[in-house]
């Protein structure tokens, strides 16, 4: 079957512009996670939807962070306006079952 | 503290060596448990489950202790190929995955 798509792959932009990033899930996995990793930590959880709605968001920074999934498919992660501390790599993961977890190549961002 | 912690290393040892990893968690209503693999600038791959009565996989082995609320990875024989950083993960709720920061393995030749 087909992974998790993610774009861009790498994307360097300025502090306090916008940014977008763009995930589709594997095919019938109704759960859809972001999840931001910082160099030298472990994946942090921003988001998870179920189908189109939020399960999860506690730990998103909501004053710069928002994420969506229209029709429980596709989803895009954005934050706006970026600030240095958010250089990390954003990761996408779908599952359908309780174990099956599969994680996106995931997006490199660099804010300078 | 930290809902699973690791020890980062880096842990370098010689090929053929066997090496193990510790990792503990704070929440005793956590539900299940894994090792994620890591390779550099990759995306993390699950390893394998970790079960309470304990469970092999070819050279790698991974024993959890609920009562100490403790999880560990063994693995045996070691390749070279087996250098990367090894997540602890702790299943909470409803699929929420939370992952320690990772220890980073080195297989020298």
């Known amino acids: 079957e087909a992974g998790v798509a993610q774009s861009p792959r790498y994307k360097i932009i300025e502090k306090r512009q916008s940014v977008a990033f763009w995930c589709n899930p594997i095919?019938?996995?109704?759960?859809l996670y972001w999840y931001q990793q910082i160099l030298g930590q472990g994946p942090k959880l921003l988001i998870q939807f179920q189908n189109n709605g939020v399960v999860d968001d506690s730990q998103l920074p909501k004053d710069r962070f928002s994420a969506e999934r229209l029709k429980g498919v596709d989803s895009t992660l954005k934050i706006q306006p970026a600030k240095l501390e958010d250089s990390a790599v954003y990761l996408c993961?779908?599952?359908?079952?309780?174990?099956?977890?599969?994680f996106g190549s995931g997006t490199r961002l660099t804010v300078v | 503290r930290k809902e699973v912690e690791q020890d980062p290393g880096p842990f370098n040892v010689p090929e053929g060596a066997t090496v193990a990893f510790n990792c503990t968690y704070s929440n005793s209503a956590s539900q299940s448990f894994f090792w994620y693999r890591q390779d550099c600038r990759k995306e993390p791959k699950l390893l394998m489950s970790?079960?309470?009565s304990g469970n092999e996989d070819g050279r790698f082995t991974a024993q959890l202790n609920r009562a100490s609320q403790y999880i560990s990875l063994l693995i045996r024989d070691s390749k070279l190929s087996d250098s990367a950083t090894y997540l602890c993960?702790?299943?909470?709720?409803?699929?929420?995955?939370?992952f320690g920061q990772g220890t980073r393995l080195t297989i020298n030749p």
């Open positions: 993961a779908s599952s359908r079952t309780e174990e099956g977890y599969t």
């Open positions: 970790v079960y309470s």
């Open positions: 993960v702790v299943k909470q709720g409803a699929q929420k995955l939370v």
């Open positions: 095919s019938g996995h109704a759960t």
